[in-house]
C-alpha cells in the first residue's frame, strides 16, 4: 500500500515564543550587510596578494577592498566582539548594566523625578550615577583593550 505524502504548513502554539516583528534595523542590516557578503575563497585568494607599487596603489587597494569586502570585514569584527563578550564576565556585565539602565531611565516620564523611598532623583541625577558608576566597572573589565584588540 502506497502512503500519499502531504505536506502540512507547521504551525505554533500560540504560546510559543517569537520575536517581535517590529526590528527593522535588524532586518536591514541583514538584508544589505549580510546579504553583499564575498565567498571566503575570493576573501582568502592568496593568488591576488602582491605587494603594491607605491602610496597611491595602497590607498586605491584599501579603498577597493574596504568597498568590496565591507560586509566579510564587519562579520569579522561581530564575531571578534562576541568573542571578547564571551571571554569577558566583567565586560558583558557592564554593557548590559549600561543598556538596562539606560533603558530604564529613558522610560522615565521626563518632567517627574524619579522617587525611591524618601529621596527625590531627577533624570540629569540618574544619568550621572550611571555614567558615574559605569567608568569604574568599564576600567575594571578592560574594555578600551578590548577595544584596541578587535581593531
Known amino acids: 500500500m502506497a502512503a500519499t505524502s502531504q505536506t502540512t ?7 510559543f515564543p517569537t ?7 535588524l532586518t536591514q542590516f541583514k538584508n544589505e550587510r549580510l546579504g553583499n557578503l564575498r565567498p571566503v575563497g575570493e576573501f582568502f585568494d592568496r593568488n591576488r596578494i602582491s605587494k603594491p607599487n607605491g ?4 590607498t586605491q587597494r584599501l579603498s577597493y577592498n574596504l568597498t568590496y569586502f565591507q560586509s566579510n570585514y564587519i562579520l569579522i ?3 571578534l566582539l ?3 563578550l564571551i571571554t569577558n564576565f566583567w565586560l558583558l556585565f557592564t554593557i548590559l548594566f549600561l543598556i538596562f539602565g539606560l533603558n530604564f531611565i529613558r522610560k522615565l516620564p521626563p518632567d517627574q523625578p ?3 523611598q524618601q529621596y527625590v532623583i531627577t533624570q540629569k541625577q540618574l544619568y550621572t550615577w550611571l555614567f558615574g558608576i559605569s567608568i569604574p566597572l568599564l576600567w575594571i573589565s578592560s574594555a578600551g583593550s578590548a577595544i584596541f584588540w578587535i581593531i
Open 9 to 15: 504548513p507547521l504551525t505554533l502554539p500560540a504560546s
Open 19 to 25: 520575536l517581535p516583528s517590529s526590528l527593522p534595523m
Open 55 to 58: 602610496m597611491a596603489a595602497i
Open 77 to 79: 569584527v561581530l564575531g
Open 82 to 84: 562576541l568573542y571578547c
Open 114 to 116: 524619579y522617587v525611591f
